[in-house]
């Protein structure tokens, strides 16, 4: 099977600047099992490979490592290749805390995959304090997006520390159609597994919006030509980058995001956006920008359906968002970037990647290739922030339960920051993934996250 021209455009875009990682990622973090010993690599590698059955692919590799001129890449398959072979073990440096872990991930996540390899690798890490494990994952944005992605992490774990052998497996609810609720909105007397199913296939924040072509189209060249002219506004997030990053996380209880949204008025969404506006708010303070009134910030929207959640690939369109930066009242801002983003929704405004590729899609993979630049270009937006839902509920591998999961999305040429938000088990997680050399003040965008959200809290309450 041929890559679509939407999957190709993330080796394209790979291709075009060394910088660029088109990898995302996630971190999921356990305790240790009931016994107290850790899996073992060997029970690890077993597991995942009884799993992944239902998806080939991920035991496949690319027919050639660079689009053609007049070719897309094949998924092929190749003998000599093994599952238990893209996952290794990795032991985190002394105490094992916070900074340990995030340097660790940034190295990580700093190199590419290999494309004569299937294209995605994990890594049992070990040393945490507390005896804590991880299972850290990356996988070429050619091969998932962020919602299958989300999907596929979950058939790997169980929905309780000791399954049965006829106990229904989180593989088995995906093939039946979830209600499209708000992330992390699963809530009801449905039970663990029906709240994980609808979860699951619930998308990104209620956005599921499959358009119709010719409507995207439009939306596409208007936001293309009145953002070409009147471009993302000029930041020190946007410029050259190198290819080495640097990872912060925030936590926050799913509750404290569900008071904002149910008495501010707004979403979920809104309240993750205007997060990331107090931490830019607050870095760009620092950085001595008071000028910067606004960034305009690319937010995926899922196109697939609830029966699509374990199709690989892309289903995914665009949001091109405005948030006010400058506003010093963080609930003001609060309101002005909520009523932003449904003026958006009304408008019928998602556009973006999707739609500019497959209109370039009857065309040469050469011409195709500009296309996926003109998509992506720093032109159009200052940062991406992404907001995947993952379960309601705690999941356990081979018996240990997971605590965390720690998001990445990656950033593009000219991109300095990219912000991934998950929603597990009642928290909220934001993964913040930079350029090191850009910006060694992460920790003031994670400060500023944090204390918007305690200023939104403080206003609901």
Known sequence: MHLTPLDAAFLELEEADDSAHMHIGWAMIFDPPPGGERPSLEELRRRT?????????????LSTPRVGALSL?????DEEIDVEDQMRR??????GGEEELMEWLGDFFSHRLDRSRPLWETTLLEGLEGGRWGLVTKAHHCLIDGLSGAAIVTILLDPEPEPGEDSATIADLLGVDGGAGEAGDGEGDRGTLGRLRDAVGGGIDAARHPRRLISQSRSVFETLVRDEIVGAPRTSLNGEIGGSRRLAAVDVPLDDLKRVKR??????NDVVLAATAGGLHRLFQHRGEEAVDKVRAMVPVSVRAASESLALGNRVSSLFVELVISEPDPVLRYHKIAAAAEELKKADAAAGAEA?????GVAPPVIQSVAARLA????LFNLTITNVPASPVTLYSLGAPMLRVVPLVPIFSGHAVGVAVVSYDGTVTFGLNADRDTVPDLDVMRGGIEETLADLSRAAA
């Open 376 to 379: 992506f270009t720093p032109r």
């Open 263 to 268: 008495e501010l008025g707004g979403t979920v």
């Open 90 to 95: 990795a032991t985190l440096p002394a105490p």
């Open 73 to 77: 890449p094949e998924w092929i398959a």
């Open 356 to 360: 500019v590729i497959r209109l370039a």
């Open 49 to 61: 490979k009884e799993r992944l059955g239902p998806l080939p692919r991920f035991c496949r590799r």
